[in-house]
Nanobody
């Protein structure tokens, strides 16, 4: 399984970005997919997850601003990020699975004026 994340960049506070993560292999539709982030000097943390049935879970810090979704036909998971704040600055990683896990390479998000 390989995961390819994209969509990061520089955005002003209050702006929006949409991250995408494309997975190879046939296990995508059955897998729990997640977005995590790691800010400089901090540990990697959960942002959001979505299971095979579409149920979602969010970190308190992003609830109401971020939306995770998936398109099983495209083997892709998305993270729509609105009302971005400077504290959202981090490298964002997608993850497939919960017991045996696979990580994407990360995409950098910088929120700054």
């Amino acid at each position: 399984v390989q995961l390819q994340a994209s969509g990061g960049g520089l955005v002003q506070p209050g702006g929006s970005l949409r991250l995408s993560c494309v997975a190879s292999g046939s296990s995508f539709s059955r897998a729990v997919m997640g977005w995590y982030r790691q800010a400089p000097g901090k540990q990697r943390e959960l942002v959001a997850t979505i299971n095979s049935g579409g149920s979602t879970n969010y970190a308190d810090s992003v609830k109401g601003r971020f939306t995770i979704s998936r398109d099983n036909a495209k083997n892709t998971v998305y993270l729509q990020m609105n009302s971005l704040k400077p504290e959202d600055t981090a490298v964002y990683y997608c993850r497939l699975g919960t017991i045996y896990v696979y990580w994407g390479q990360g995409t950098e998000v910088t929120v700054s004026s």
